[in-house]
């Protein structure tokens, strides 16, 4: 039992580059979530899915896309890398609205 | 909207009591209070959870009153390994800025 696993861990992208960042769960958790974490600050939600083929918009999703085709799988896409987008990105999981979080452990993202 | 209020900022001594305070003054009734922390810049990491009685378990205590407007984490005996910032969460979703608790020797 993995939890909640995110790659790449580190990444430096161009400004103008896209890319994707991968999250999966083998915890068979119906929600999921991505929030990002600038330096020095808490946690703010981008997106998040309550099930396989259903996202929503969190509180700072400009500028990234969500898919959720499987349980198991919830990628964080950006197409036109900013500055402003350097953050640490979290995913997490939980089973159902009664339950806790799990988070992966990150990925460290600079844009430049 | 899932407003938290928490202290910036709290130093605790090694091996004494550490009690970090939440106020959720707006929590619905049927919302648990979750605890969760973040050691450096790894991912957070679930504590303890309770909806209205008192809850214990191996890492924290967690104590709300009773009109559930505000909750306290107790960490008994505080280590230098707890140095973290600490969230408190209702209604999923949002989290606040949290409690940075610095362990001192």
């Known amino acids: 039992n993995a939890g909640v696993t995110q790659t790449p861990k580190f990444r430096i992208l161009k400004i103008g580059q896209s890319m994707t960042l991968q999250c999966t769960q083998d915890m068979n958790h119906n929600y999921m979530y991505w929030y990002r974490q600038d330096p020095g600050m808490g946690l703010k939600l981008i997106y998040y899915?309550?099930?396989?083929?259903?996202?929503d918009k969190g509180e700072v999703p400009n500028g990234y896309n969500v898919s959720r085709s499987t349980t198991e799988d919830f990628p964080l896409r950006l197409e036109l890398a900013a500055p402003s987008q350097t953050s640490v990105y979290f995913c997490a999981s939980s089973y159902g609205t009664g339950g806790y979080y799990t988070f992966g452990s990150g990925t460290r993202l600079t844009v430049v | 909207d899932a407003k938290t209020t928490q202290p910036p900022s709290m130093d605790c001594a090694e091996g004494r009591a550490a009690n970090l305070p939440c106020n959720h003054s707006?929590?619905?009734?049927?919302?648990?209070v979750y605890w969760y922390r973040q050691i450096h810049s790894q991912g957070p990491q679930y504590i303890i959870h309770g909806l209205k009685n008192n809850e214990t378990n191996e890492m924290a205590s967690l104590i709300i009153t009773e009109d559930r407007k505000s909750s306290t984490l107790i960490l008994p005996h505080a280590t230098l390994r707890d140095t973290a910032v600490y969230y408190c969460n209702w209604g999923k979703l949002q989290f606040g800025a949290g409690t940075q608790v610095v362990v001192t020797p």
């Open positions: 899915s309550v099930g396989a083929g259903i996202t």
């Open positions: 707006t929590i619905s009734g049927n919302e648990y």
